[in-house]
């Protein structure tokens, strides 16, 4: 059964153009992983800056920590994280409907 991703990633509002060029070029990468079914990036203003999101969905917890463990993902992930305000939050969901 596919699970999905939500990741929150609040960026300092001086490194939004950076942290969203960064996202947009990683995402295809993300997407032809092995195991990821779909991908989403989302953008919320704030007056402290900026926070993104990514929905993906994989198709095991197994094939998302994969591309957790992979060197795509260590590679990107050590860009991304000094450009935060404070640490990003993930949640792994299970489908329970869809109305």
Known sequence: MPIWRWVQMPIQAEHAAQAEAALLTQAPHTRAFPGCLALRLYREESPEGPTFYSLSAW?????LEKY????????FWAKLKPLFREAAQAHTLAEIGCF
Do not use: K, M, T
């Not at 198709?59 to 094939?63: I, L, V």
């Not at 992979?70 to 590679?75: P, W």
């Open 59 to 63: 198709e095991s917890p197994e094939a």
């Open 68 to 75: 957790r463990n992979s060197a795509l993902f260590r590679a």
